[in-house]
C-alpha cells in the first residue's frame, strides 16, 4: 500500500493521529498535544465518520505559494507536496475503492461516495503548524440550536470522481507566514470571494498585501501577526470596503452581526480574555 498514490484506513482517533504524525513532520507527541486533536474527536465522533481516504502527494495551492515565499529558501529542505485526507461515514473496502478506479463494477460507487462524504484536510510537511486547508460537513441543526449561515460549496477532485462538501474552509495559523489575524482572513476570503468575485489569496499572499504600505521597523516574514490597520488594508486591496465597531453600544454590536450573517458575509471579532478569577481581573 506504500508505494500507491493512495491509502484507505479505518477512522479512529488514534488512527488519525498516527496519519497526521506520518505525513507530517511532526511526532505524535506533538499530534496528541494539540487541541485540535480533541475537536477533531468529537467533530468525527459526531459526524460518525468510519473512513479516511489518503491521497498521498497533493499539491495544494495556498501551501505551494507559502512554500514559493518562504519555506523554499529555509535552510532545512522543507518539501513542497502535502497530502489530502478525505473522510466518510461509511466503511469504505480497499479492493471495492481499487476496483472503482480500475472502471469495474462495484458496490462502491462515486454516488455513494459523494453522498457519504464529510470533507477533506490538507495536511502540511510542517513540524508544528501542519492542519492546511480544512473543509467539513457542518453539524446538523439540531432542532435550530445551531445554524451555520457562512458557508459555501467545495468541490475535491479524488482521481476523478468529484466530491462535494458545504462548509468555510479552515486552516491552523502558521507562526511563521499566517498568524491569526491572516488565517482568519484567509478563511473570511473564502466566503467573500464567492459572494464579490473577488480572488481568493494564499495566506502568504495576504501577509503580503497587508504590509506592503505599512512603515515597518523589521522584515514581515516571520509574521507576528497585522494590526487593524494593516487588516483594513488587505480587504480594501480585494476592492472592499472594511467596517470597524466596537462592542461598546450592544444594540449597534447585535444589529451589525445580524446584518452580515443574514447577508452572508463573515465577520472577523477581536477580543481580549480576562480572568476575574482574581481581583483586580488580569487580562490575557
Not at 160 to 181: N, T, W
Not at 236 to 263: G, H, Q, W
Request: aromatic content about 12%; glycine content about 6%; overall charge negative.
Amino acid at each position: 500500500m506504500a508505494d500507491r498514490s493512495y491509502e484507505i484506513h479505518p477512522y479512529s482517533i488514534n488512527n488519525l493521529i498516527s496519519i497526521l504524525a506520518s505525513k507530517s513532520k511532526a511526532c505524535p507527541e506533538t499530534v496528541k498535544e494539540k487541541l485540535h486533536k480533541v475537536y477533531f474527536e468529537g467533530y468525527f465522533g459526531t459526524l460518525k465518520a468510519q473512513t479516511v481516504i489518503v491521497e498521498n502527494d497533493y499539491i495544494d495551492r495556498d501551501y505551494l505559494d507559502d512554500y514559493l515565499g518562504y519555506y523554499g529558501s529555509c535552510f532545512i529542505p522543507y518539501e513542497r507536496k502535502c497530502t489530502r485526507l478525505h473522510f466518510f461515514n461509511i466503511d469504505v473496502k480497499d479492493n471495492e475503492f481499487g476496483a472503482l478506479l480500475k472502471g469495474d463494477v462495484t458496490n462502491c460507487t462515486c454516488d455513494l461516495l459523494n453522498t457519504a462524504y464529510l470533507g477533506f484536510m490538507v495536511v502540511k510537511p510542517l513540524p508544528q503548524t501542519f492542519i492546511g486547508r480544512t473543509c467539513l460537513k457542518t453539524y446538523d441543526d439540531d432542532g435550530k440550536r445551531r445554524c451555520f449561515p457562512v458557508v459555501r460549496d467545495y468541490d475535491s477532485n479524488l482521481y476523478g470522481m468529484k466530491l462535494g462538501v458545504r462548509s468555510l474552509a479552515f486552516q491552523e495559523q502558521d507562526h511563521v507566514v499566517s498568524a491569526c489575524a491572516t488565517s482568519a482572513l484567509w478563511s473570511i476570503f473564502h466566503a467573500t470571494g464567492m459572494l464579490f468575485q473577488h480572488p481568493i489569496l494564499s495566506p502568504v499572499e495576504i501577509t503580503k498585501i497587508a504590509c506592503e504600505s505599512m512603515p515597518i521597523e523589521t522584515r514581515f516574514m516571520p509574521n507576528e501577526g497585522l494590526q487593524t490597520i494593516q487588516m483594513a488594508q488587505a480587504i480594501r486591496k480585494l476592492d472592499m470596503e472594511p467596517l470597524l465597531i466596537k462592542a461598546d453600544n450592544e444594540n449597534v454590536f447585535k444589529s451589525t452581526l445580524y446584518a452580515y450573517i443574514n447577508c452572508g458575509i463573515p465577520l472577523l471579532l477581536g477580543f481580549s480574555i480576562v480572568d476575574v478569577s482574581s481581583s483586580p481581573g488580569i487580562m490575557y
